[in-house]
């Protein structure tokens, strides 16, 4: 894979340390994500984020993973698939419930 790629990766679901912007509950957040996207396999992860993180079509995602445009929508259904498995939603569900109520307290 080409480092560009790798380094889209690492910016967006790794926190620097030493930012000050960086709000506890968006590293929290970050690592929960990291470990539900840890029991997914590379190629999982790897159209999951080209398709959702960098907004890529099937078609430059596949030119990216050197598959065809099929096979990325493959992998990205059976990626989602496996994220809304109780074991993986239910991390996923309380981080979405816990933001929205965070959101419902700043708006007032």
């Given at each position: 894979?080409s ?22 509950d ?45 096979r ?9 698939r ?13 981080f ?13």
């Amino acid at each position: 894979m080409s480092k560009d790629f790798i380094s889209i990766i690492y910016k967006t679901f790794y926190l620097p340390e030493n930012k000050s912007e960086c709000v506890e509950d968006s590293k929290d957040s970050r690592k929960a994500l990291v470990n539900v996207l840890d029991t997914l396999n590379g190629r999982e992860v790897v159209a999951l984020v080209l398709r959702n993180v960098c907004s890529m079509t099937y078609r430059e995602s596949g030119e990216i993973m050197g598959i065809t445009p099929e096979r990325v929508r493959q992998i990205e259904h059976k990626g989602y698939r496996k994220l809304r498995h109780p074991t993986r939603s239910h991390v996923l569900k309380q981080f979405l419930t816990h933001n929205q109520s965070v959101e419902q307290t700043a708006r007032r």
